[in-house]
């Protein structure tokens, strides 16, 4: 049972692994000569054979909705979208220079700000160059973040011409309340038209994002909404911890921080909605993940166990090929991740780099015919193990230890374990852990102790600020 003096225990400000070493440990300025020689040489030892996955950024917004923690641009002048355009074709030129044959593109996101900003022939301008110059992958997944409010059929359609079938549209909340105080005024109408709209097109899977821990949320007003976007049946709901990180996030110092529920809340409104997942057919997949079982999420979570000549089900479930990535959970296994436009992330599997956060800069950069890196990350042996312990966590809720590791294990993650543990979050051995149903709830917290800046306490780690677990 998940009591309060536990929940506030572990009510503590941590990473959210989006990648390990974790943003805030990377150096603040690394070569872009090293870099793309690092680029390269991952290209030509992955022989291309995994493909690789392209994140555009568009950062663009007609109004700030408050809660929010990207990088966004908030304006109503649609020329910056073919300025934004070029930059981001002169970039993708950048990146093909560094490659020795035609890429096989197996993953291509849109996400922002607000990729609907753009109007459907921008994207296809945007987007036709870049696909003509790649192989497409067979199974490949193309997604993109829509706007309930500003996303079209012609939107839907063109993108769907593109290869599209993956769309989340961004709901966050359905109470009047709620949408008034994080001003994102949104009519569940439009909701369901668009989602509707999409289906009609060919869509096959729908993403709704979900956020529990805004201002005004009550266990009333989180039913209401469960019900109304749960009538749709999305395939997918991400189901968001708000972070409250006023001191990077401008927008939310408008808020009244009173108007904030309480860990005790925030983890009742968790666990409301939990269960209205699984009462409508819903599964678990990981960190704020739910699916439903046709979804290819699911099946890249469990696959059922076959035994026999023709393949019958044994009704047992084992993990699959679940990954994760900046981008979030994906069924796909490229290991070489292109950031493309401001502030956009890049990932070589033992690299990190990251473009320039604002426009202009990003904008100099790519003038100058060089690649927008401002900051970076070279892992060595010991960051790669442990990245791979956090990730085994978040796509699995298990990992097995490396015998090379236990002595840094011994030193800084077993203690930690024990403690866990002792409180029911999991079970482990000095051959590997498992989450426990309790565990869950704390995965965060869990991943926390396989990372060795905090556990080291190192002291770039001690100054660093995060949003809290719960």
């Known amino acids: 049972m998940l009591t309060a003096s536990l929940l506030h225990k572990y009510d503590r400000p941590v990473p959210r692994y989006t990648s390990y070493p974790t ?13 793309e020689s690092n680029f390269s040489q991952q290209f ?20 700030l909705c408050t809660y929010c923690g990207c990088n966004k641009k908030i304006t109503t002048n649609h020329k910056v979208e073919d300025e934004y355009i070029a930059a981001l074709l002169k970039e993708w030129t950048l990146y093909l220079r560094l490659m020795q044959e035609k890429p096989i593109l197996r993953e291509l996101h849109l996400g922002g700000g607000t990729p609907t900003f753009f109007s459907p022939e921008n994207l296809e301008k945007l987007l036709t160059p870049i696909l003509s110059s790649t192989i497409r992958a067979e199974d490949h997944a193309f997604s993109f973040e829509g706007h309930p409010n500003n996303t079209t059929y012609a939107h839907l359609k063109t993108l769907y011409d593109l290869g599209f079938r993956r769309v989340s549209f961004g709901v966050q909340d359905n109470d009047p309340a709620v949408q008034k105080v994080i001003n994102r005024i949104q009519p569940f109408y439009k909701v369901q038209e668009v989602t509707e709209t999409a289906r009609e097109i060919g869509y096959t899977s ?64 968790y666990r409301q909605a939990k269960f209205q997942f699984s009462l409508h057919g819903y599964h678990d997949i990981g960190m704020d993940h739910f ?28 993990e699959s090929t679940l990954h ?48 927008a890196i401002t900051k970076g990350y070279f892992l060595d042996e010991e960051d790669q193990h442990f990245k791979q312990y956090i990730l085994d966590i978040t796509c699995k809720g298990s990992t097995e230890f490396r015998v090379c590791d236990l002595a840094i294990l011994r030193e800084y993650s077993f203690p930690v374990l024990e403690e866990l543990a002792a409180d029911g979050l999991l079970d482990w051995t000095e051959s590997g852990m498992q989450l426990s149903a309790k565990g869950h709830h704390f995965i965060r917290i869990v991943c926390s102790a396989f990372d060795l800046f905090i556990q080291r306490k190192t002291q770039q780690a001690a100054t660093v600020r995060y949003s809290k677990a719960i």
């Open 23 to 35: 943003v805030p440990q990377w150096e603040h300025s690394i070569s872009p000569e090293r870099w």
């Open 44 to 63: 030509s030892i992955e022989n291309n054979s995994n493909g690789i996955a392209i994140y555009i950024h568009l950062p663009f917004c007609e109004s």
């Open 206 to 269: 729908i993403n709704f994002d979900l956020i529990y821990g805004l201002p005004k949320q009550t266990p009333e007003s989180m039913e209401r909404t469960l019900q109304k976007v749960l009538s749709l049946r999305p395939d997918r709901v991400a189901f968001y911890s708000y972070a409250h990180v006023p001191w990077t996030s401008r927008g939310q110092r408008l808020f009244d921080e009173s108007d904030l529920p309480s860990a005790e809340l925030k983890m009742q409104l």
């Open 291 to 318: 699916a439903l079982p046709s979804d290819e999420l699911f099946l890249a979570r469990w696959r059922e166990k076959c035994t026999g000549m023709r393949g019958e089900g044994d009704g047992k479930w084992e």
């Open 324 to 371: 994760r990535n900046f981008m979030g959970y994906t069924t796909q296994s490229a290991k070489l991740l292109i950031g493309l436009g401001v502030s956009s992330i890049s990932d070589t599997g033992n690299a990190y780099a990251q473009n320039n956060k604002t426009i202009k800069d990003y904008y100099d950069s790519i003038k100058q015919g060089r690649l």
